[in-house]
């Protein structure tokens, strides 16, 4: 798979969630394949429509917060930034263009209310060896 797939500024935009976990587990994707939803089941259908679509995908709108937020307005946990930044190459693998992270509406976790996680987490992950993009 190589960009452009369909033609010059195309791609598939493939929603991670509509926010934040907002305090319910639910929203939150398991990293277990076994459990749904999946992380594991997530990435394999976003794959999917990119190789049926003939589009490279693009994750939008990933919501900021982590596990141990104490599920406040501007401060809800959720795991989906730590997966994303522990497990690049399997969205690599899927396909994918890249990951946009965002908080999507107001009271959402952002990384000026999330303590640093994130600012961390990608100043780590530019720290290091990257997993190509598009599964290339």
């Known amino acids: 798979m190589s960009i452009p797939r369909s033609g010059a500024g195309q791609h598939l935009v493939a929603p991670c969630g509509f926010a934040d976990g907002c305090g319910v587990p639910a929203l939150r994707r398991y990293e277990s394949p076994f459990a749904a ?64 992270f965002g908080a999507g509406a107001t009271c959402m976790t952002t990384p000026a209310t999330d303590g640093g996680h994130f600012v961390t987490r990608a100043a780590e992950y530019y720290q290091n060896e990257r997993p190509l993009l598009c599964g290339d």
């Open 37 to 100: 939803p999946s992380f594991a089941q997530a990435i394999e259908w976003v794959e999917a429509l990119g190789n049926g679509l003939d589009l490279a995908p693009l994750w939008w709108q990933v919501p900021y917060g982590h596990l141990g937020l104490p599920n406040v307005c501007d401060q809800y946990e959720d795991n989906r930034v730590d997966y994303v930044f522990d497990h690049p190459e399997r969205f690599a693998a899927g396909g994918a263009l890249g990951v946009a």
